[in-house]
Structures are given as structure tokens and as C-alpha cells.
């Protein structure tokens, strides 16, 4: 039978969208192709300003959503020479994520995801699983992150304790113990911060290789102040997004600094930011870990991987690439196992990293 299937990923990066096709024949897993496309600065400042309230939003939304299945679809066709003939099984669709609030309000809270998965269907032909993160908030849990368990399946070790980093606008580690145990969580911002500071001073989308970062020095007191919000000291299960970490929550860090920090200085600390709170977080969950492999955006961010190095003596720093997926075909990829596990009736959650009462088959199918 066949098992090909696409993956697309949009993350709090808002860089664009990032899908791959993935041959699971034989129980494996081969990436056959990948393929970006970037959003159109009026799309990507739209998503972004979505993610805090705002005028005729539902509206403003809806018309979001089809521009961005626009995009997806540009990407499935960009991958479908890849298949070769092949049929293609299903797309698995995340969306763009633009408010995330488990168990608030109501005890139950949300997780909006724009997407038009109808669209997409219809304009590849292609069955679409798409909600993949509605079921496991419905079960009690956080509905992120739901990559660990693709992590635990690409990336585990028996008998050795590794720690996986996803860096993207926020960053979150997916734990795996020598004995088969998986965890995982959000840790806090990772490049959203940073690239926020980098287009405001520099005009840029984002500091390349964290070159301008590495010009300046991590002004500790700010590290202090930033480490010292109440999110980082909440107990697992967490997580996070632009709804804790965004321009106004930097904007009141630096006005409580009482004094002036330049602003590669800001950009250093940002960046030593996202390393500290990620090697906290491994040393308290798996302080036995040896190596860390890091995917997503960050881990092309030389100055961010060198500072986690710094930060974890003792432990191998290293991009996913080494492990045969590179850092930015990595979430992707996983959403496309998590597709596939829908069309198999299999969970895609962990309950142990969520919070959920238990397993769940994740996501709602639009057939070809």
C-alpha cells in the first residue's frame, strides 16, 4: 500500500510555509522532497496582527485563512512531482497558529489554528487532515507541543537519554529517556523576540546566523528581569506563544530596566534568553542527557547554537541534520506522521507532555 503523504508547516516564525513529502513504505521514513514558499509581507503582517485583538477580526480572519491555503497549495504542488505517480494518501494541514489559551477562561480555554482545509482540498485534490490540536485540548490537555512523539519515533535511542529542541518562533524540547519515556513542553520564546528586534532596529526579518547578537554582550540584569517572569517557573504541562511573548511583553522588560541598553546588547540577551531557559529546562527534566539535537530556524542561528553549548557543558550540541533530517524539513515532517496516524485510527498525542486524560487520534478529515 501506498504511504505517501505531505506535511505543511507554519509556525510562530511566520516565515512562510514549510512542507515535505514522506514515504513511510515498509514502516519507514524517507523524505522525498521539500519545498518554502515565503508569505507575502501584507499576508505575514496580517497573521501576525492577528494574533492580538483587533478590528472586524472574524472577517479580516476568513480572508486570512484562504490566502494561507493559497500558499499551502502552492506547496503541495511544488512536492507532487516528487511522488512520481505515487498516490498521495493526505496532506497533514497545521495552519497558522494566532491565539493559544489552554485551560483559560472557562477551564477549558482555546487554540486557533487559521486554515482553510476545505480550500486546500479542493484546490489539490488531496484528502486533508487538518485540527490536529482541537481533540487533545478537548481531553483536559494543552494541545502542544505535539511533536514529541514523532520525535521519540525519528530520534529516540534505547538505552540513552536524548533531548530534542525545536526552535522556531517559540522554542519547546521533546524529552527522551534511556527507558522509552517521552516528555515534553515549551520552554519559552526562541526567535520570535529576537526577530522582532532585529526588523525593528535593523529593518530585517531576522538577525542571519545571529551575527548582530553576537556584536553586542548579554546585559545580565535584563537576563534576570526577563527570567524572572512567572511563566518560566510554571510546572510542566506548558505551553506558549505570541499570547505571552510578544512586542508589549519586551516593551515593559526594557521600561522596568530603569537605563538604557543598546540595542545588540538587547539582541544578545535575547538570544542568551532563548539558549538559558532551554538548558535550564533540560537540566531540571533530564539533567542525565548528552546530546541535544536542535531543528527548526533556530539551529541555523550560529550564535544561539553556540550559546546552548555553553550553557550545557558536558552535552553535544548539534543540528537534527546530523541525524539525517534537516532543521527545517523537521516539523513538517511531523505533521505528515501525524496525518498518517489519523488515517491509521492511531493517537498522535503523549498524555504525559500534553496533560490530556489520555491517547487521542488527533485532526478531522476533508476528503479528496
Given at each position: 500500500m501506498d504511504e505517501l503523504y505531505i506535511g505543511l508547516m507554519?509556525?510562530?516564525?511566520?516565515?512562510?510555509?514549510?512542507?515535505?513529502?514522506?514515504?513511510?513504505?515498509?514502516?519507514?521514513?524517507?523524505?522525498?522532497?521539500?519545498?518554502?514558499?515565503?508569505?507575502?509581507?501584507?499576508?505575514?503582517?496580517?497573521?501576525?496582527?492577528?494574533?492580538?485583538?483587533?478590528?472586524?477580526?472574524?472577517?479580516?480572519?476568513?480572508?486570512?485563512?484562504?490566502?494561507?491555503?493559497?500558499?499551502?497549495?502552492?506547496?503541495?504542488?511544488?512536492?507532487?512531482?516528487?511522488?512520481?505517480?505515487?498516490?498521495?494518501?493526505?496532506?497533514?494541514?497545521?495552519?497558522?497558529?494566532?491565539?493559544?489559551r489552554p485551560g483559560q477562561f472557562d477551564g477549558i480555554g482555546y487554540t486557533l489554528q487559521l486554515n482553510a482545509p476545505a480550500l486546500l482540498a479542493e484546490r489539490c485534490g488531496l484528502a486533508v487532515v487538518a485540527d490536529l490540536r482541537s481533540r487533545d485540548l478537548a481531553a483536559g490537555g494543552q494541545a502542544a507541543p505535539l511533536?514529541?512523539?514523532?520525535?521519540?519515533?525519528?530520534?529516540?535511542?534505547?538505552?540513552?537519554?536524548?533531548?530534542?529542541?525545536?526552535?522556531?518562533?517559540?522554542?519547546?524540547?521533546?524529552?527522551?529517556?534511556?527507558?522509552?519515556?517521552?516528555?515534553?513542553?515549551?520552554?519559552?520564546?526562541?526567535?520570535?523576540?529576537?526577530?522582532?528586534?532585529?526588523?525593528?532596529?535593523?529593518?530585517r526579518p531576522f538577525d542571519a546566523d545571529g551575527a548582530w547578537g553576537a556584536s553586542g554582550q548579554v546585559d545580565e540584569a535584563l537576563l534576570r528581569a526577563a527570567l524572572a517572569d512567572p511563566w518560566f517557573a510554571l510546572p510542566p504541562p506548558k505551553s506558549t506563544g505570541r499570547d505571552d511573548f510578544h512586542a508589549a511583553w519586551l516593551d515593559a522588560l526594557l521600561a522596568r530596566a530603569g537605563s538604557s541598553v543598546a540595542p545588540e546588547n538587547v539582541q544578545a540577551t535575547l538570544c542568551e534568553l532563548s539558549a538559558r531557559s532551554i538548558a535550564l529546562d533540560l537540566r531540571r527534566a533530564l539533567p542525565a542527557a548528552r546530546e541535544l539535537l536542535v531543528c527548526g530556524g533556530g539551529a541555523l542561528n550560529g550564535a544561539l547554537m553556540?550559546?546552548?553549548?555553553?550553557?550545557?557543558?558536558?552535552?553535544?550540541?548539534?543540528?537534527?541534520?546530523?541525524?539525517?533530517?534537516?532543521?527545517?524539513?523537521?516539523?513538517?515532517?511531523?505533521?505528515?506522521?501525524?496525518?498518517?496516524?489519523?488515517?491509521?485510527?492511531r493517537p498522535g498525542n503523549v498524555p504525559a507532555v500534553t496533560g490530556a486524560r489520555g491517547p487521542r487520534v488527533l485532526g478531522a478529515l476533508y476528503p479528496a
Open positions: 507554519s509556525g510562530t516564525s511566520l516565515d512562510g510555509v514549510d512542507g515535505v513529502l514522506v514515504d513511510f513504505a515498509g514502516g519507514g521514513l524517507e523524505v522525498r522532497a521539500h519545498a518554502h514558499r515565503p508569505f507575502e509581507p501584507a499576508l505575514r503582517a496580517e497573521l501576525l496582527a492577528l494574533n492580538a485583538p483587533g478590528d472586524n477580526e472574524l472577517h479580516r480572519a476568513a480572508l486570512a485563512a484562504n490566502a494561507l491555503a493559497g500558499v499551502c497549495a502552492e506547496v503541495v504542488e511544488a512536492l507532487r512531482p516528487a511522488a512520481a505517480g505515487r498516490p498521495v494518501r493526505a496532506v497533514g494541514a497545521h495552519g497558522q497558529t494566532v491565539r493559544h511533536v514529541p512523539a514523532f520525535h521519540r519515533e525519528r530520534f529516540g535511542r534505547p538505552g540513552e537519554d536524548v533531548a530534542v529542541a525545536n526552535v522556531g518562533g517559540i522554542a519547546n524540547l521533546s524529552l527522551l529517556a534511556a527507558d522509552g519515556g517521552v516528555l515534553g513542553f515549551d520552554c519559552g520564546p526562541g526567535n520570535a523576540l529576537m526577530d522582532l528586534w532585529c526588523q525593528r532596529h535593523l529593518g553556540r550559546r546552548l553549548a555553553a550553557a550545557l557543558p558536558g552535552c553535544r550540541v548539534a543540528s537534527t541534520a546530523e541525524r539525517g533530517l534537516p532543521p527545517l524539513q523537521v516539523e513538517a515532517t511531523a505533521f505528515a506522521w501525524l496525518a498518517r496516524a489519523h488515517v491509521h485510527g
